[in-house]
């Protein structure tokens, strides 16, 4: 049984199909639409991502994904993005590459720099994962994980702020509050007190080279449980039973669907999503010791999806024409109710697209702690035809001092949204998925040689 069919749940359905072999049965339970974050809605007939908008394109597996469900990138259209303070932008970007560069280092000296050799080598060693992987290494706690890939650096990074690690390596203050507090509000809607290893990641995702899928991100779902045939159960579960038959565990899930109240029994059960107090009221029962709570909470971040005129002259613009960006993002300012807006193309894009002229109307994401109310939509927009909301419990409320969530519940019970304690996003997501996969089939048959392996790096080496 898999819980949750987000990317968490689809990417675990097609990896355990994918080592346990097609004679393995899958039954993901859903309670809401397969695509969980990855999300769309509709304005004027056409579809708008919500949820998840953009990936890495160092991000293997979802290119993977992509490629095995013949599914296509999504056209970019190039736009403009500025760094707003609530009074004025502290940061513009122009068409001019070299220029982008001389802004930022007459600005800011010599930090960009070494920003991007921070970024640069914690995702290089980070991309160890994927050939750790490959050759079907797994791990049983994240802890491990992280070891295996930047030893004790790497654990320390989950228990440090970004801002203490780059001030360390040199990057000033005042690049810290205008850039970077910037680039993650608009990526998780927190602030630079974020741990490092989750701002790597943003930031990382922050330099350019992203991607989409035509169509909507959540096709990736979609495709990849139909795929695997996958039997997806509507159903919200509520939680575990433990039971034993033949001296194995067998799990009895319960489930509430739509006829009332129902369960059935696995040998194998992933729960992909949250369970922390804060997000469900998920029980275990007969598990010896007792699977308590999960401490920590998870951040709202509210996305609403705008069709109308931005009211330019808030941000120093009188003459809607002259308004060149396309992306706002904002320092963190007590005033500023919003953390990042951004003008936003339709999932499906023909080759006669072209994005909206600031005059015109046109579709704006807005990101925010709290629903904008009224005043503040007036704020920015002169008028609007149509506001969508949807509320998110995204990411979690990082808070660097709480050690990581486990991966392995019981025997064959496996969590995977404890990720998410590390980085969340897609690909740490699909990342964490194809590890419990491995670690279940590991443990399975019993190929303790492949979980936890220490000096992996010269493992790997000397197989190859």
Known sequence: AVVGAGIGGSAVAYFLQQHFGPQVQLDVFEKGHVGGRLATVTVNKQQYESGGASIHSLNLHMQDFVKVLGLK?????AGKSAIFSGEHFVLEETDWYLLNLFRLWWHYGISFLRLQMWVEEVMEKFMRIYKYQA???????????????????????????????LLEVGVTQRFVDDVIAAVLRSSCGQSVLVPAFAGAMSLAGAQGSTWAVEGGNKLVCSGLLK???????PARVTGVSLHSSEGRALYQVHYEDSEGQGSGFYDMVVLTAPLHP???????????PPITDFPGAFQPSVTSVVHGYLNSSYFGFPDPKLFPFASILTTDTPNLFFNAMDNICPVNISSAFR??????AAVWRVLSQQPLDKQQLKTLFRSYYSVQVTEWQAYPHYDAAKSLPPIVLHDNLFYLSSVEWVASSMEMVAVAAKNVALLAYNRWYQDLEKIDQKDLMHKVKTEL
């Open 355 to 360: 994005r909206k002229q600031p005059q015109e």
């Open 278 to 288: 804060s997000k469900s009221n998920f029980t275990f029962q007969n598990f010896e």
């Open 227 to 233: 795929l695997t045939k996958a039997n997806v159960i």
């Open 73 to 77: 990138h999504r056209r970019e259209v």
């Open 135 to 165: 050759y079907g290494y797994a791990f049983s706690s994240l802890e491990e994980l992280l070891r295996s890939l930047g030893g004790e650096a790497f654990v320390n990074m989950t228990q440090r702020s970004v801002a203490e690690s």
